[in-house]
């Protein structure tokens, strides 16, 4: 009995297994045959995923995955199309380098945006206390000159060296 419960689940599993490998089979073929494509059109090829069609030539042939670009003895990229047949690769790379640019310098000139906007808020708090406390000890500096200017000048006269306005001003009399 115990060997008959052990097997039960792994006939479901094996019968699984070959309904699948067919299709399996049939799909690794199809992937793996993209010459059969040559000399026909764009469309045809490009149907197949692993594809690559070279318009200049009319060949269909696997896509070099293992680069990312296909090498120029391959086929030149002004001719390859892979995906879609009215994309070549040329025109895909500066598409692509113009979005990019694009976007890196959306990206500088918003960066920059922020920063200014940053600078040029209202003054915050600790800015507006240090504005205040300057106020404050130029006040204070003012009054002390003009105090210390006071008594100096209650010395002269004390002394009489008090300066005149006009120094011939004693000869008028």
């Known amino acids: 009995m115990p060997a008959r419960?052990?097997?039960?689940?792994?006939?479901?599993l094996c019968a699984l297994a070959l309904a699948l490998l067919?299709?399996?089979?049939?799909?690794?073929?199809?992937?793996?045959?993209?010459?059969?494509?040559?000399?026909?059109?764009?469309?045809?090829c490009l149907k197949n995923v692993t594809c690559l069609w070279c318009a200049?030539?009319?060949?269909?042939m696997e896509y070099p995955v293992r680069r990312i670009l296909?090498?120029?003895?391959?086929?030149?990229?002004?001719?390859?199309?892979w995906g879609v047949?009215?994309?070549n690769f040329e025109a895909l790379i500066i598409a692509m380098s113009v979005v990019g640019g694009t976007l890196l310098i959306m990206?500088?000139?918003?960066?920059?945006?922020?920063?200014?906007?940053?600078?040029?808020?209202?003054?915050?708090?600790?800015?507006?206390?240090?504005?205040?406390?300057r106020e404050k000890r130029r006040v204070?500096?003012?009054?002390?000159r003009a105090e210390m200017k006071s008594r100096h000048d209650e010395i002269r006269r004390k002394y009489g060296?008090?300066?005149?306005?006009?120094?011939?001003?004693?000869?008028?009399n």
Do not use: H, I
């Open 107 to 133: 990206l500088g000139v918003c960066c920059c945006c922020c920063c200014c906007k940053k600078k040029s808020k209202k003054p915050d708090k600790d800015d507006e206390r240090a504005a205040r406390e």
């Open 140 to 144: 204070r500096q003012e009054e002390r």
């Open 85 to 87: 047949c009215w994309v």
């Open 56 to 60: 200049s030539s009319r060949r269909c």
């Open 22 to 44: 067919p299709a399996a089979v049939a799909a690794q073929e199809a992937a793996g045959d993209c010459r059969q494509y040559t000399n026909r059109s764009c469309e045809e």
């Open 5 to 12: 419960s052990a097997m039960a689940p792994a006939l479901p």
């Open 70 to 81: 296909p090498p120029a003895d391959l086929c030149e990229l002004r001719s390859a199309r």
């Open 161 to 172: 060296l008090f300066k005149e306005e006009n120094p011939y001003a004693k000869f008028e």
